[in-house]
């Protein structure tokens, strides 16, 4: 799936944005995909299966952020509609059977990442993963990695594993941003790498870009601004997000592509910084060349300076002044 992709993939993480107002998260939906990202994510759970008893406030919170039964159905067919991929992030096992009806691949969220009994079951729905890395060292990422690769020995092969760099802290410092972990976890582990920004601002995303991100996640809401929740401060509003979207994609077009390669808006101007063999004194006729006879002059014309040992050791079949070219025809 992901490696097929021929440009950076823009997730609106959403997750409990909404504080569990449907009406509103299917507005986000809307908002995300006029801003021009490609998938919505959500955050799918139920409080006894995700929050311990001994934390019944903390239960009541995140009860009160839980969209109704039947809502991951009925966003996944707005997001349909909008024109963007739907998923979610399930923070329980029972959340995964709920899920995989609707969604087309799963992200496992950074907390969950030493869970192998979730990991197995995500893997054992055959989709594509996305897992995130906040807070998880080299070890515990790869022991993350070889359980899915138990159950999906393909999943690398196949483009449909991406790790995702990601620091946990809400927000995250720009100078602890870590973004050269994103070619360093390519190369560690082989799998595609994407970024989970929680920085403020848009840059660190465009940034992750030139280092090879292949998939950006930013939270996203309708207003940052005289919200009691944190994370509506460190997301991207419908304007940054569109923000983003353009500096994403100015940032692909600075990449490029990994291939050396002559571009065509070079192919005029080489001739004219290049140099070619010229005398590099007064040369007269029958003169045998030696390398001292000669130098590089631009523009690069008749003979190359690099193809010099062809021409040392020939004779001069004329006369040629200082600074003149010499070419083949003016050899023996």
Not at 61 to 79: H, K, N
Not at 204 to 220: Q, R, T, W
């Amino acid at each position: 799936m992901f490696g097929a992709l021929d440009r950076t993939w823009i997730v609106a993480e959403i997750g409990v944005n909404h504080e569990g107002d449907e009406a509103i998260a299917a507005d986000l939906i809307r908002k995300a995909a006029a801003a021009g990202a490609d998938a919505v994510k959500f955050q799918t759970y139920r409080p006894d299966t995700f929050v311990s008893a001994t934390q019944p406030e903390r239960r009541d919170v995140v009860a009160g952020r839980m969209l109704p039964d039947g809502a991951m159905q009925r966003l996944a067919d707005i997001a349909a509609e909008a024109g963007v991929t739907f998923f979610s992030t399930p923070l329980g096992l029972p959340d995964v059977d709920l899920l995989d009806p609707v969604c087309p691949l799963f992200k496992i969220a950074s907390g969950e990442i030493t869970w192998a009994a979730l990991l197995e079951k995500v893997a054992g729905t055959g989709k594509p993963m996305i897992v995130s890395t906040g807070g998880a060292l080299g070890p515990e990422i790869g022991r993350a990695v070889d359980i899915i690769l138990t159950i999906r020995p393909d999943i690398i092969e196949k483009g449909e594993l991406v790790l995702m760099h990601c620091v946990s802290a809400y927000p995250t410092p720009p100078e602890e941003a870590n973004l050269a972990n994103i070619p360093m976890l390519a190369e560690r582990f082989g799998a595609l790498i994407g970024y989970s920004d929680h920085t403020l601002g848009i840059k660190a995303c465009e940034l992750a870009v030139g280092y090879g991100a292949v998939v950006l996640e930013k939270h996203f809401t309708y207003r940052k601004e005289d919200q009691a929740f944190r994370d509506h401060a460190l997301s991207a509003d419908p304007d940054d997000m569109a923000a983003l979207v353009d500096a994403v994609r100015q940032a692909e077009r600075y990449r490029g592509i990994g291939e050396r390669r002559l571009q065509p808006s070079e192919e005029a101007v080489l001739p004219a910084m290049r140099r070619g063999l010229h005398a590099a004194a007064d040369l007269a006729a029958g003169t045998v060349l030696e390398a001292g006879h000669l130098t590089g002059l631009r523009p690069l014309v008749g003979i190359p300076v690099e193809q010099i040992d062809r021409v040392i050791g020939r004779t001069l079949a004329h006369d040629i002044a200082d600074g003149m070219l010499v070419s083949d025809k003016d050899l023996l």
